[in-house]
């Protein structure tokens, strides 16, 4: 299975974004529970679900900094006159 790629997560919604970063920790959640009970059959998935909890947080904190970004230049704009 290969790793999933950011594109997709930067297609999502800002509501399916945050819902898919609370799903992929779940994910985690279980996977670690899994392992504690020694009931973990694919050791890989935490790896790409790291992977993708990585893409997902990293895709949310790039929309807060150009929200703020555009939110300071629309400011600057509007003090300059």
């Known amino acids: 299975m290969a790793l999933p790629k950011i594109a997709d997560a930067r ?14 920790k779940r994910k985690l959640f279980d996977l670690r529970f899994q392992q504690a009970t020694r009931r973990l059959d694919k050791p890989h998935e935490f790896k790409h679900s790291k992977h993708r909890l990585g893409q997902l947080l990293t895709v949310e904190r790039e929309r807060i900094l150009a929200k703020a970004q555009a939110e300071a230049t629309s400011s600057a704009s509007t003090e300059a006159q």
């Open 11 to 24: 297609n999502l919604s800002d509501e399916e974004l945050a819902e898919e970063i609370v799903a992929t």
